[in-house]
């Protein structure tokens, strides 16, 4: 009686999730860091406004020097969507040209993709904040920083960051072309910024435009991140009406959070159907 | 257990188009199964829905026993794909797009190098492995994905129309590098192409595509062998309906024979095409007339009343 081998295939374990979400987030990392034009271009407009708009402002209006403090923090304000939008516009690219066609049929949940290009969007964008900043205070303009106010800052900055990448993210996976969504982005990272109090307090606005002011998400994260780098809470006193900054710090932080969470599921679901036709 | 089991599989996009409708086949493992067809036939959408990027809208497909509606990432898990279109992160080294297949396919990092190299090696791509891939030809890049597809190590590969779009050396080239892949037993390849020669010379087995759906599935060899040793083609300046039945009649055409446009192509399966050739003569149907063998184009032209070549 003879007798025949059987190699009986051994299933590979499941990797974790942690594995491919590094992965897909350094391949992201590798992608952008050859791609200098989504590095610098987000940093030219804020740099111009916080190093040269503000101090002319600052002088043709007569204001005191802390209005260039407040500029510099409005210019993250605009430095966030502008960078989160370019991420988005990347993923465009990678849709037409690049290898996403390639990931979509990797054995993992799609909604891994979004949260690696989120991880390095966020990355890129504390990058540049950090430089703005830097180059801020060595342009001579003053913080007030403590460890509970960058604790502020920090938690206002990313969530709003991890927000807006999920609108970019939303408007990628619906728009077929860059053309299209380049066409959009005035509307979304620009428009509300000049609304949501960057440059002077939002009840200089109209009456009705205050109100649509206070529902932006960008007005409460400018808002948390003057309390928390300037220990300035006119702004978040001009959203609530109370009297108590740490409470008006809480509950902007749960907008800007509940603003974070709400883009975040939404543009993974998105990204997900779009995914499959 | 067969590698790929397709049931009933439809797909309407929205707005109504029938791209595949109801199709059936199953693939053994280890062999190498071509779906053939013009552009539209429905071979993309089949494989789309294969490796769940396209959403079946009835009917069901299992890879390797696990389904892709039900199971998708167990079923992305055992399959890797080479597209029609390139796709590779350009701006990356040849060896960093193989890491990133791997790592996602669940490939150990040491497992990884040295089956990298091994196939950087088997592929003629040692060289240039650790050059960005926008620096490769279309041929390079075309092995650096077939490569990447088997870091993995799938129990079944996609191969959607590889050689499209490439110059006739580098075709040639690259249907070497997909011929190769037949030693690798423990591969099940299913590939889609529009050119006939392809079929023929990979595939164990064919299914010719015709509209959504499959007009024919069998052997290369056997699907030719429908249409006897020979065949006689012939134009004709008045009704091709009149010809054929002219044809028939006198015994020289079968139920076989068939006509697209004022060519009228008479299969020979016993006869010889001397005496086919006198017979058409004799009858004053056509000025010019021919013999030859079949190909699998005339099998489509007899199933489909349409020109492979011509419909591609």
Same mark, same amino acid.
């Given at each position: 009686?003879?007798?025949?081998?059987?190699?009986? $295939? *051994? @299933? %590979?374990?499941?990797?974790?999730?942690?594995?491919? /979400?590094?992965? #897909? +987030?350094?391949?992201?990392? &590798?992608?952008?860091?050859?791609?200098?034009?989504?590095?610098?271009?987000?940093?030219?407009?804020?740099?111009?406004?916080?190093?040269?708009?503000?101090?002319?402002?600052?002088?043709?209006?007569?204001?005191?020097?802390?209005?260039?403090?407040?500029?510099?923090?409005?210019?993250?304000?605009?430095?966030?969507?502008?960078?989160?939008?370019?991420?988005?516009?990347?993923?465009?690219?990678?849709?037409?040209?690049?290898?996403?066609?390639?990931?979509?049929?990797? $054995? *993992? @949940? %799609?909604?891994?993709?979004?949260?690696?290009?989120? /991880?390095?969007? #966020? +990355?890129?964008?504390?990058? &540049?904040?950090?430089?703005?900043?830097?180059?801020?205070?060595?342009?001579?303009?003053?913080?007030?920083?403590?460890?509970?106010?960058?604790?502020?800052?920090?938690?206002?900055?990313?969530?709003?960051?991890?927000?807006?990448?999920?609108?970019?993210?939303?408007?990628?996976?619906?728009?077929?072309?860059?053309?299209?969504?380049?066409?959009?982005?005035?509307?979304?990272?620009?428009?509300?910024?000049?609304?949501?109090?960057?440059?002077?307090?939002?009840?200089?606005?109209?009456?009705?435009?205050?109100?649509?002011?206070?529902?932006?998400?960008?007005?409460?994260?400018?808002?948390?991140?003057?309390?928390?780098?300037?220990?300035?809470?006119?702004?978040?006193?001009?959203?609530?009406?109370?009297?108590?900054?740490?409470?008006?710090?809480?509950?902007?932080?749960?907008?800007?959070?509940?603003?974070?969470?709400?883009?975040?599921?939404?543009?993974?679901?998105?990204?997900?159907?779009?995914?499959?036709? | 257990?067969?590698?790929?089991?397709?049931?009933?599989?439809?797909?309407?996009?929205?707005?109504?188009?029938?791209?595949?409708?109801?199709?059936?086949?199953?693939?053994?493992?280890?062999?190498?199964?071509?779906?053939?067809?013009?552009?539209?036939?429905?071979?993309?959408?089949?494989?789309?829905?294969?490796?769940?990027?396209?959403?079946?809208?009835?009917?069901?497909?299992?890879?390797?026993?696990?389904?892709?509606?039900?199971?998708?990432?167990?079923?992305?898990?055992?399959?890797?794909?080479?597209?029609?279109?390139?796709?590779?992160?350009?701006?990356?080294?040849?060896?960093?797009?193989?890491?990133?297949?791997?790592?996602?396919?669940?490939?150990?990092?040491?497992?990884?190098?040295?089956?990298?190299?091994?196939?950087?090696?088997?592929?003629?791509?040692?060289?240039?492995?650790?050059?960005?891939?926008?620096?490769?030809?279309?041929?390079?890049?075309?092995?650096?994905?077939?490569?990447?597809?088997?870091?993995?190590?799938?129990?079944?590969?996609?191969?959607?129309?590889?050689?499209?779009?490439?110059?006739?050396?580098?075709?040639?080239?690259?249907?070497?590098?997909?011929?190769?892949?037949?030693?690798?037993?423990?591969?099940?390849?299913?590939?889609?192409?529009?050119?006939?020669?392809?079929?023929?010379?990979?595939?164990?087995?064919?299914?010719?595509?015709?509209?959504?759906?499959?007009?024919?599935?069998?052997?290369?060899?056997?699907?030719?062998?429908?249409?006897?040793?020979?065949?006689?083609?012939?134009?004709?300046?008045?009704?091709?309906?009149?010809?054929?039945?002219?044809?028939?009649?006198?015994?020289?055409?079968?139920?076989?024979?068939?006509?697209?446009?004022?060519?009228?192509?008479?299969?020979?399966?016993?006869?010889?095409?001397?005496?086919?050739?006198?017979?058409?003569?004799?009858?004053?149907?056509?000025?010019?007339?021919?013999?030859?063998?079949?190909?699998?184009?005339?099998?489509?032209?007899?199933?489909?009343?349409?020109?492979?070549?011509?419909?591609?």
């Amino acid at each position: 009686m003879s007798t025949a081998e059987i190699a009986i $295939p *051994i @299933p %590979r374990p499941r990797p974790h999730a942690l594995g491919p /979400l590094a992965t #897909l +987030a350094r391949r992201r990392f &590798q992608l952008t860091a050859r791609t200098p034009r989504e590095l610098f271009v987000p940093l030219l407009t804020p740099i111009m406004f916080a190093l040269v708009i503000a101090p002319a402002l600052k002088t043709a209006l007569h204001t005191d020097a802390s209005y260039e403090s407040i500029v510099a923090i409005g210019t993250v304000g605009l430095l966030i969507p502008l960078n989160t939008m370019f991420s988005g516009l990347s993923v465009i690219v990678d849709r037409i040209s690049g290898a996403q066609p390639e990931l979509l049929t990797a $054995p *993992i @949940p %799609r909604g891994l993709l979004v949260v690696g290009n989120l /991880l390095v969007a #966020l +990355a890129i964008t504390a990058l &540049q904040v950090g430089v703005l900043i830097a180059v801020a205070v060595a342009r001579g303009i003053h913080f007030h920083a403590t460890a509970g106010g960058v604790l502020w800052f920090l938690g206002a900055g990313v969530l709003f960051t991890v927000g807006m990448y999920g609108l970019a993210e939303i408007l990628a996976s619906r728009v077929p072309r860059q053309e299209e969504y380049i066409a959009r982005v005035p509307a979304i990272a620009i428009l509300p910024w000049f609304l949501a109090g960057a440059l002077f307090p939002i009840t200089a606005l109209p009456g009705f435009l205050t109100w649509v002011a206070k529902f932006l998400p960008l007005t409460h994260g400018l808002a948390l991140m003057r309390y928390g780098l300037l220990q300035d809470s006119s702004g978040l006193h001009a959203i609530w009406g109370m009297s108590d900054p740490a409470a008006m710090a809480a509950l902007s932080l749960a907008v800007v959070g509940g603003f974070a969470l709400l883009l975040t599921a939404a543009s993974i679901r998105v990204f997900s159907r779009a995914a499959v036709r | 257990m067969n590698a790929i089991e397709v049931t009933r599989l439809s797909k309407t996009y929205p707005g109504g188009v029938e791209a595949v409708r109801g199709i059936d086949f199953q693939v053994e493992a280890g062999e190498v199964f071509g779906l053939l067809g013009p552009n539209g036939a429905g071979k993309s959408t089949t494989v789309g829905m294969l490796t769940t990027t396209i959403k079946p809208t009835s009917g069901s497909a299992r890879l390797a026993g696990f389904d892709v509606s039900r199971e998708p990432i167990a079923a992305r898990r055992v399959s890797s794909v080479v597209f029609q279109e390139p796709v590779v992160d350009r701006s990356l080294s040849g060896r960093r797009n193989l890491e990133i297949h791997a790592r996602l396919w669940g490939v150990e990092p040491h497992e990884a190098v040295a089956r990298i190299n091994e196939l950087a090696g088997t592929f003629g791509l040692a060289d240039l492995i650790d050059r960005p891939a926008d620096s490769y030809s279309g041929g390079q890049r075309r092995r650096l994905e077939i490569a990447r597809a088997l870091v993995s190590h799938p129990r079944v590969l996609f191969l959607d129309e590889p050689t499209v779009g490439l110059d006739p050396r580098i075709r040639a080239e690259l249907l070497e590098v997909i011929a190769s892949l037949r030693n690798r037993t423990e591969l099940t390849v299913l590939l889609t192409t529009h050119y006939l020669e392809e079929a023929e010379r990979l595939c164990d087995r064919v299914a010719i595509i015709h509209a959504g759906r499959i007009v024919a599935l069998d052997t290369p060899g056997a699907l030719l062998a429908g249409l006897g040793r020979q065949l006689v083609e012939l134009r004709v300046d008045g009704s091709v309906n009149s010809a054929l039945a002219s044809l028939r009649e006198r015994g020289v055409a079968g139920e076989d024979a068939f006509a697209v446009g004022s060519r009228v192509t008479v299969p020979l399966h016993e006869q010889s095409s001397g005496d086919a050739i006198a017979a058409i003569h004799e009858l004053g149907l056509a000025g010019a007339i021919s013999a030859r063998e079949p190909t699998l184009d005339d099998v489509y032209l007899r199933l489909t009343g349409d020109s492979l070549a011509a419909a591609a």
